[in-house]
């Protein structure tokens, strides 16, 4: 699913829990697209059709390109304290997301990602109406899902003051003390 390393992100050494990338099965409609191209270029190879050829073998090429843009120029990293979305090739987009401002994250798959067993992961925070973050189409999108609860679960844990964190105890005796 992803690679456990270290990388180094502005200057600080940060733990990365999850890098991953959006799979290029992902890009089913294009790789499908690109086949049907190439499989009617086919046949007019063997009728020696030049041409027409090469025109289907280019069509197909360009959406077999298409899907491996778009699978290749979105990266996303989860690390000890922040989810960061780099988004093309060109131009670049990065959103960071620090996970201790997380409230809440979804799973959304539809029917053709649960085949592929991809989907999208949907990251809210307490700053915005909408989605502040959306890793679109990654592997077992339930164990990035968890990755990240887990994560904000002990940042939070550890960010409580520590009255919260203990259970109030009755004094001894068992019974709660009246008055």
Known sequence: MGRRTSMKIEKTEEPVLLDVQPPMKAQVGFLVMAGLFWLTGLPMLLTQQWGPAFTQFCIGG????????KC????YVVTATRVITHKGLLSRRQVEIRIDHIRSVEVRQGALQRLLKTGDV????????????????????????AVIRDRNLSMSLRHRPSAFRQHSRPPSGGRPSVG
């Open 62 to 69: 360009i959406f077999w390109g298409c899907g491996w843009l």
């Open 72 to 75: 290749f120029s979105r990266r």
């Open 122 to 145: 949907l990251l809210g925070t307490a700053g915005t109406a909408g989605y502040e973050a959306v890793l679109k189409d990654v592997e077992v999108p339930a164990q990035v899902c």
